[in-house]
Protein backbone atom coordinates (compact mmCIF):
# COMPACT_ATOMS: atom_id res chain seq x y z
CA UNK A 1 0.00 0.00 0.00
CA UNK A 2 2.40 2.50 1.03
CA UNK A 3 4.81 1.95 -2.83
CA UNK A 4 1.18 2.17 -4.27
CA UNK A 5 0.91 5.77 -2.59
CA UNK A 6 4.23 6.46 -3.05
CA UNK A 7 3.45 6.20 -6.83
CA UNK A 8 0.15 7.92 -6.95
CA UNK A 9 1.62 10.73 -5.40
CA UNK A 10 4.86 11.22 -6.28
CA UNK A 11 5.27 9.13 -9.76
CA UNK A 12 2.52 9.39 -11.85
CA UNK A 13 2.69 13.36 -11.19
CA UNK A 14 6.51 13.18 -12.32
CA UNK A 15 5.38 11.41 -15.33
CA UNK A 16 2.80 13.73 -15.96
CA UNK A 17 5.03 16.97 -15.68
CA UNK A 18 7.92 15.42 -17.89
CA UNK A 19 4.88 14.49 -20.93
CA UNK A 20 4.10 17.90 -20.46
CA UNK A 21 7.68 19.40 -21.05
CA UNK A 22 8.08 16.60 -23.82
CA UNK A 23 5.32 18.30 -25.64
CA UNK A 24 6.69 21.93 -25.11
CA UNK A 25 9.84 20.42 -26.66
CA UNK A 26 8.21 19.66 -30.48
CA UNK A 27 7.55 22.49 -32.96
CA UNK A 28 4.49 24.61 -32.60
CA UNK A 29 1.45 24.03 -34.28
CA UNK A 30 -2.30 25.37 -34.51
CA UNK A 31 -5.49 24.21 -36.38
CA UNK A 32 -8.03 25.93 -38.25
CA UNK A 33 -10.84 24.91 -40.26
CA UNK A 34 -12.07 26.70 -43.51
CA UNK A 35 -15.85 26.74 -44.63
CA UNK A 36 -16.14 26.65 -48.33
CA UNK A 37 -19.79 28.15 -49.65
CA UNK A 38 -20.81 27.43 -53.46
CA UNK A 39 -23.68 27.42 -54.81
CA UNK A 40 -24.64 26.02 -57.67
CA UNK A 41 -26.71 28.60 -59.81
CA UNK A 42 -28.28 28.24 -62.89
CA UNK A 43 -27.33 29.27 -66.53
CA UNK A 44 -27.74 29.34 -70.39
CA UNK A 45 -24.98 29.72 -72.76
CA UNK A 46 -25.94 30.58 -76.41
CA UNK A 47 -23.63 29.98 -79.15
CA UNK A 48 -23.94 30.78 -82.92
CA UNK A 49 -21.79 28.63 -85.56
CA UNK A 50 -22.00 28.26 -89.32
CA UNK A 51 -24.44 26.13 -91.03
CA UNK A 52 -22.86 23.69 -93.13
CA UNK A 53 -25.35 25.10 -96.04
CA UNK A 54 -24.86 28.66 -94.72
CA UNK A 55 -23.02 31.36 -95.35
CA UNK A 56 -19.24 31.26 -93.18
CA UNK A 57 -19.86 33.33 -89.94
CA UNK A 58 -16.96 35.07 -88.48
CA UNK A 59 -16.64 34.30 -85.60
CA UNK A 60 -18.45 31.10 -85.09
CA UNK A 61 -18.80 29.23 -82.42
CA UNK A 62 -18.43 32.35 -79.75
CA UNK A 63 -21.85 34.28 -78.87
CA UNK A 64 -20.52 37.61 -81.01
CA UNK A 65 -20.71 36.51 -84.69
CA UNK A 66 -21.28 38.43 -88.03
CA UNK A 67 -22.92 37.00 -90.84
CA UNK A 68 -22.09 39.05 -94.43
CA UNK A 69 -24.92 38.12 -97.05
CA UNK A 70 -22.54 40.24 -99.69
CA UNK A 71 -23.48 42.19 -102.76
CA UNK A 72 -27.71 41.27 -103.20
CA UNK A 73 -29.29 42.05 -105.89
CA UNK A 74 -33.03 40.63 -107.52
CA UNK A 75 -31.42 39.14 -110.62
CA UNK A 76 -27.56 39.60 -110.16
CA UNK A 77 -24.84 36.59 -108.86
CA UNK A 78 -24.97 36.06 -104.76
CA UNK A 79 -22.08 34.91 -102.37
CA UNK A 80 -22.26 31.08 -101.93
CA UNK A 81 -25.12 29.38 -99.96
CA UNK A 82 -26.96 32.75 -100.52
CA UNK A 83 -30.41 31.67 -101.97
CA UNK A 84 -33.08 33.85 -103.46
CA UNK A 85 -36.72 34.46 -104.02
CA UNK A 86 -38.19 37.08 -106.10
CA UNK A 87 -41.77 38.02 -105.55
CA UNK A 88 -43.72 40.91 -107.32
CA UNK A 89 -42.24 43.76 -105.64
CA UNK A 90 -39.62 42.02 -103.35
CA UNK A 91 -36.94 39.48 -103.33
CA UNK A 92 -35.61 37.72 -100.79
CA UNK A 93 -32.29 36.19 -99.98
CA UNK A 94 -31.86 33.55 -97.25
CA UNK A 95 -29.17 31.62 -95.82
CA UNK A 96 -28.96 29.10 -92.80
CA UNK A 97 -26.98 29.23 -89.62
CA UNK A 98 -26.45 27.32 -86.02
CA UNK A 99 -27.34 28.06 -82.94
CA UNK A 100 -26.86 26.20 -79.53
CA UNK A 101 -28.09 26.83 -76.47
CA UNK A 102 -26.34 24.66 -73.37
CA UNK A 103 -28.28 24.71 -70.07
CA UNK A 104 -26.74 24.06 -66.42
CA UNK A 105 -28.49 23.76 -63.01
CA UNK A 106 -32.08 23.98 -64.20
CA UNK A 107 -35.18 21.34 -64.79
CA UNK A 108 -35.38 22.99 -68.29
CA UNK A 109 -36.17 20.82 -71.68
CA UNK A 110 -36.55 23.77 -73.64
CA UNK A 111 -35.84 27.55 -74.12
CA UNK A 112 -37.80 30.54 -75.91
CA UNK A 113 -35.47 32.14 -78.80
CA UNK A 114 -36.46 35.89 -79.25
CA UNK A 115 -34.44 38.49 -81.18
CA UNK A 116 -34.49 42.44 -81.91
CA UNK A 117 -32.18 44.62 -84.33
CA UNK A 118 -30.17 47.12 -82.75
CA UNK A 119 -30.65 49.23 -85.05
CA UNK A 120 -33.50 50.47 -87.88
CA UNK A 121 -33.03 49.13 -90.84
CA UNK A 122 -33.28 51.30 -94.23
CA UNK A 123 -36.92 51.77 -95.57
CA UNK A 124 -36.98 48.82 -97.98
CA UNK A 125 -35.24 46.38 -96.39
CA UNK A 126 -36.47 43.42 -93.54
CA UNK A 127 -34.66 40.92 -91.66
CA UNK A 128 -36.62 37.74 -90.89
CA UNK A 129 -35.24 34.75 -88.99
CA UNK A 130 -37.12 31.58 -89.45
CA UNK A 131 -40.19 33.98 -91.10
CA UNK A 132 -40.16 36.20 -88.12
CA UNK A 133 -39.64 39.67 -88.80
CA UNK A 134 -37.57 41.33 -86.34
CA UNK A 135 -37.73 45.53 -85.37
CA UNK A 136 -35.55 47.76 -83.27
CA UNK A 137 -38.33 48.19 -80.43
CA UNK A 138 -38.90 45.00 -79.25
CA UNK A 139 -37.96 41.45 -78.88
CA UNK A 140 -39.56 39.32 -80.80
CA UNK A 141 -40.17 35.55 -80.60
CA UNK A 142 -38.58 33.01 -83.04
CA UNK A 143 -39.27 29.64 -81.28
CA UNK A 144 -40.94 28.90 -78.62
CA UNK A 145 -39.61 25.26 -77.79
CA UNK A 146 -35.66 24.84 -78.90
CA UNK A 147 -33.75 22.28 -77.38
CA UNK A 148 -31.04 22.41 -75.09
CA UNK A 149 -27.33 20.74 -76.73
CA UNK A 150 -27.14 21.14 -80.05
CA UNK A 151 -26.90 23.08 -83.33
CA UNK A 152 -30.51 23.87 -84.75
CA UNK A 153 -30.18 25.90 -87.66
CA UNK A 154 -32.30 28.82 -88.24
CA UNK A 155 -32.97 30.75 -91.77
CA UNK A 156 -32.11 34.65 -91.60
CA UNK A 157 -33.35 36.21 -94.76
CA UNK A 158 -33.24 39.85 -96.12
CA UNK A 159 -36.82 41.23 -97.49
CA UNK A 160 -35.41 43.55 -100.11
CA UNK A 161 -37.92 45.96 -101.77
CA UNK A 162 -37.55 45.70 -105.74
CA UNK A 163 -38.62 49.46 -105.29
CA UNK A 164 -36.05 52.29 -106.60
CA UNK A 165 -34.11 54.17 -103.71
CA UNK A 166 -36.24 56.92 -102.21
CA UNK A 167 -39.26 55.66 -103.72
CA UNK A 168 -39.52 52.83 -101.11
CA UNK A 169 -36.63 51.07 -102.12
CA UNK A 170 -32.98 50.45 -100.01
CA UNK A 171 -30.21 52.21 -100.96
CA UNK A 172 -28.24 50.96 -103.16
CA UNK A 173 -24.51 49.90 -103.52
CA UNK A 174 -23.79 50.69 -99.96
CA UNK A 175 -23.35 48.15 -97.16
CA UNK A 176 -26.26 48.07 -94.66
CA UNK A 177 -25.33 46.74 -91.51
CA UNK A 178 -27.26 45.81 -88.08
CA UNK A 179 -27.08 43.80 -85.20
CA UNK A 180 -29.44 40.70 -84.03
CA UNK A 181 -29.74 40.78 -80.48
CA UNK A 182 -30.70 37.11 -79.23
CA UNK A 183 -31.88 36.20 -76.18
CA UNK A 184 -32.57 32.34 -75.29
CA UNK A 185 -35.19 32.16 -72.09
CA UNK A 186 -35.61 29.08 -70.34
CA UNK A 187 -39.31 27.77 -69.89
CA UNK B 1 -38.62 43.39 -27.76
CA UNK B 2 -39.07 39.18 -28.79
CA UNK B 3 -42.12 40.89 -31.59
CA UNK B 4 -39.10 42.70 -32.86
CA UNK B 5 -36.81 40.64 -33.05
CA UNK B 6 -39.38 38.10 -35.14
CA UNK B 7 -40.05 40.88 -37.26
CA UNK B 8 -36.51 41.02 -38.31
CA UNK B 9 -35.93 37.25 -39.05
CA UNK B 10 -39.30 37.72 -41.17
CA UNK B 11 -38.23 40.51 -43.43
CA UNK B 12 -34.68 38.85 -43.83
CA UNK B 13 -36.33 35.26 -44.94
CA UNK B 14 -38.47 37.63 -47.62
CA UNK B 15 -35.04 39.23 -48.33
CA UNK B 16 -33.88 36.09 -48.71
CA UNK B 17 -35.98 34.59 -51.02
CA UNK B 18 -36.38 37.60 -53.12
CA UNK B 19 -33.01 38.00 -53.68
CA UNK B 20 -32.61 34.15 -54.66
CA UNK B 21 -35.48 34.68 -57.24
CA UNK B 22 -33.70 37.52 -58.87
CA UNK B 23 -30.45 35.31 -58.89
CA UNK B 24 -32.03 32.66 -60.58
CA UNK B 25 -34.25 34.41 -62.81
CA UNK B 26 -31.17 36.28 -63.95
CA UNK B 27 -28.96 33.16 -65.33
CA UNK B 28 -31.76 31.80 -66.76
CA UNK B 29 -31.35 33.39 -69.82
CA UNK B 30 -28.21 33.92 -72.45
CA UNK B 31 -27.75 36.45 -75.48
CA UNK B 32 -26.02 36.39 -78.53
CA UNK B 33 -25.34 38.95 -81.00
CA UNK B 34 -25.15 38.31 -84.71
CA UNK B 35 -23.89 41.29 -86.88
CA UNK B 36 -25.25 41.21 -90.42
CA UNK B 37 -24.31 43.22 -93.92
CA UNK B 38 -25.59 43.32 -97.23
CA UNK B 39 -25.00 45.69 -99.99
CA UNK B 40 -28.28 45.93 -102.17
CA UNK B 41 -27.26 46.58 -105.61
CA UNK B 42 -29.45 47.77 -109.13
CA UNK B 43 -30.45 44.58 -110.89
CA UNK B 44 -32.11 43.93 -114.55
CA UNK B 45 -32.91 40.69 -115.97
CA UNK B 46 -34.02 39.19 -119.35
CA UNK B 47 -35.85 36.03 -120.26
CA UNK B 48 -38.14 34.54 -122.68
CA UNK B 49 -41.70 34.09 -122.34
CA UNK B 50 -44.32 32.16 -124.37
CA UNK B 51 -46.67 34.29 -125.21
CA UNK B 52 -50.30 34.05 -125.13
CA UNK B 53 -50.65 32.22 -128.67
CA UNK B 54 -47.91 29.99 -127.95
CA UNK B 55 -47.78 26.94 -129.65
CA UNK B 56 -50.03 28.54 -132.90
CA UNK B 57 -48.82 29.31 -136.50
CA UNK B 58 -46.53 32.54 -136.07
CA UNK B 59 -45.77 31.50 -132.63
CA UNK B 60 -43.99 28.33 -131.48
CA UNK B 61 -43.68 27.25 -128.16
CA UNK B 62 -40.21 27.77 -126.92
CA UNK B 63 -38.10 25.34 -124.71
CA UNK B 64 -36.27 26.92 -121.88
CA UNK B 65 -39.60 29.29 -121.26
CA UNK B 66 -39.05 32.02 -118.28
CA UNK B 67 -35.20 31.69 -118.93
CA UNK B 68 -32.63 33.77 -119.99
CA UNK B 69 -31.51 31.05 -122.13
CA UNK B 70 -34.51 29.48 -124.59
CA UNK B 71 -34.44 27.95 -128.04
CA UNK B 72 -37.32 27.74 -130.86
CA UNK B 73 -37.26 25.45 -133.22
CA UNK B 74 -37.91 26.46 -136.86
CA UNK B 75 -37.80 22.88 -138.59
CA UNK B 76 -36.44 22.03 -141.80
CA UNK B 77 -37.61 24.61 -144.31
CA UNK B 78 -36.80 24.88 -148.04
CA UNK B 79 -39.10 26.83 -151.04
CA UNK B 80 -41.58 23.74 -150.81
CA UNK B 81 -42.45 24.67 -147.08
CA UNK B 82 -41.67 24.34 -143.17
CA UNK B 83 -42.29 21.03 -141.52
CA UNK B 84 -43.20 23.44 -138.28
CA UNK B 85 -46.66 24.07 -138.27
CA UNK B 86 -46.05 26.91 -135.48
CA UNK B 87 -43.90 28.69 -138.32
CA UNK B 88 -44.94 31.10 -140.35
CA UNK B 89 -44.15 30.53 -144.08
CA UNK B 90 -43.94 32.55 -146.89
CA UNK B 91 -41.83 32.13 -150.78
CA UNK B 92 -41.50 33.82 -153.57
CA UNK B 93 -39.77 31.98 -156.51
CA UNK B 94 -35.98 32.88 -155.06
CA UNK B 95 -36.34 32.70 -151.45
CA UNK B 96 -38.42 31.85 -148.78
CA UNK B 97 -39.34 33.46 -145.23
CA UNK B 98 -40.11 31.62 -141.85
CA UNK B 99 -41.37 33.77 -139.40
CA UNK B 100 -42.59 33.50 -135.85
CA UNK B 101 -43.40 35.82 -132.65
CA UNK B 102 -40.78 35.86 -129.34
CA UNK B 103 -41.72 37.33 -126.36
CA UNK B 104 -38.72 38.71 -123.66
CA UNK B 105 -39.66 40.05 -120.71
CA UNK B 106 -37.31 42.58 -119.25
CA UNK B 107 -37.41 43.24 -115.59
CA UNK B 108 -35.96 45.82 -113.27
CA UNK B 109 -34.76 45.87 -109.42
CA UNK B 110 -33.60 48.91 -107.23
CA UNK B 111 -33.54 50.92 -110.35
CA UNK B 112 -34.79 54.48 -110.85
CA UNK B 113 -34.91 53.64 -114.98
CA UNK B 114 -38.15 53.85 -116.43
CA UNK B 115 -37.16 51.81 -119.66
CA UNK B 116 -34.46 49.86 -120.96
CA UNK B 117 -32.81 49.68 -124.51
CA UNK B 118 -32.28 46.43 -126.42
CA UNK B 119 -30.24 45.02 -128.64
CA UNK B 120 -29.55 41.70 -130.53
CA UNK B 121 -26.72 40.21 -132.28
CA UNK B 122 -26.10 37.04 -134.26
CA UNK B 123 -23.58 34.52 -132.62
CA UNK B 124 -22.03 33.91 -136.20
CA UNK B 125 -22.01 35.36 -139.16
CA UNK B 126 -24.73 33.87 -141.25
CA UNK B 127 -23.61 32.52 -144.93
CA UNK B 128 -24.19 34.32 -147.76
CA UNK B 129 -28.23 34.44 -148.81
CA UNK B 130 -29.66 33.95 -145.35
CA UNK B 131 -30.96 36.97 -143.76
CA UNK B 132 -32.31 37.75 -140.12
CA UNK B 133 -34.23 39.96 -139.17
CA UNK B 134 -36.19 41.27 -135.38
CA UNK B 135 -39.06 43.98 -135.68
CA UNK B 136 -37.33 44.38 -139.32
CA UNK B 137 -33.97 45.19 -137.70
CA UNK B 138 -31.63 43.82 -140.15
CA UNK B 139 -29.09 41.64 -137.48
CA UNK B 140 -25.76 41.20 -137.59
CA UNK B 141 -22.93 39.94 -135.36
CA UNK B 142 -22.61 43.62 -134.29
CA UNK B 143 -25.76 45.08 -132.16
CA UNK B 144 -29.03 46.04 -133.89
CA UNK B 145 -31.11 48.80 -131.44
CA UNK B 146 -35.02 46.52 -131.69
CA UNK B 147 -36.34 49.47 -129.07
CA UNK B 148 -34.75 52.44 -126.96
CA UNK B 149 -38.15 52.74 -124.81
CA UNK B 150 -38.54 49.55 -123.87
CA UNK B 151 -41.45 48.74 -120.63
CA UNK B 152 -40.21 46.67 -118.00
CA UNK B 153 -42.83 44.28 -116.74
CA UNK B 154 -44.36 43.91 -119.82
CA UNK B 155 -43.54 40.86 -122.54
CA UNK B 156 -41.87 42.60 -125.60
CA UNK B 157 -43.30 41.30 -128.80
CA UNK B 158 -39.86 39.90 -131.15
CA UNK B 159 -40.74 39.39 -134.87
CA UNK B 160 -38.22 37.16 -135.48
CA UNK B 161 -37.94 36.27 -139.56
CA UNK B 162 -34.91 34.96 -141.64
CA UNK B 163 -35.25 34.93 -145.40
CA UNK B 164 -33.26 32.29 -147.43
CA UNK B 165 -32.35 32.47 -151.36
CA UNK B 166 -32.37 29.97 -153.34
CA UNK B 167 -29.03 29.79 -153.77
CA UNK B 168 -28.32 28.61 -150.37
CA UNK B 169 -26.78 25.16 -150.44
CA UNK B 170 -28.44 22.57 -148.24
CA UNK B 171 -26.87 23.37 -145.01
CA UNK B 172 -28.18 23.87 -140.84
CA UNK B 173 -28.52 26.96 -140.67
CA UNK B 174 -28.94 27.62 -136.97
CA UNK B 175 -28.28 30.57 -135.15
CA UNK B 176 -27.83 31.86 -131.77
CA UNK B 177 -29.21 35.67 -131.20
CA UNK B 178 -27.47 37.33 -128.18
CA UNK B 179 -29.94 40.17 -126.59
CA UNK B 180 -28.57 43.21 -124.38
CA UNK B 181 -31.24 44.49 -122.55
CA UNK B 182 -29.60 48.38 -120.93
CA UNK B 183 -31.48 49.84 -118.38
CA UNK B 184 -31.87 53.95 -119.60
Not at chain 1, 27 to 45: E, I, K, T
Not at chain 1, 72 to 82: E, I, Q, W
Amino acid sequence: MNLRKTIRVFVLPALAALGALSAAAQNPSASGSLSVQLQNGSGLQMVLYSDPSGVTLGNSGTASASLAFGNVSAYGALSTNVTRTNGTNSFTVSTPFDINVQVSGLSSSSYTLSGELSTALPTGVTLEVDSVSLSNTASTPIQAKETYGSNLAHTLSAVISTSASGSGGPPTGSTITTTINFVATAN
Amino acid sequence: MARRAYLCRWMSCVLLIWGAATYSSAQNTATSALVVSMSVQSSISLEFVNGSGAGTQGTCTITGANTSTASVNFGIASLAGDNQSCVSFSSTTKSYTLSNNIYALVTQSNLASSGYTLTASLGSAPPSGVAWTINSAALTTGAANLTSGGSYGSNMALYLQVTVQNTVTTSNLSETINFVATAN
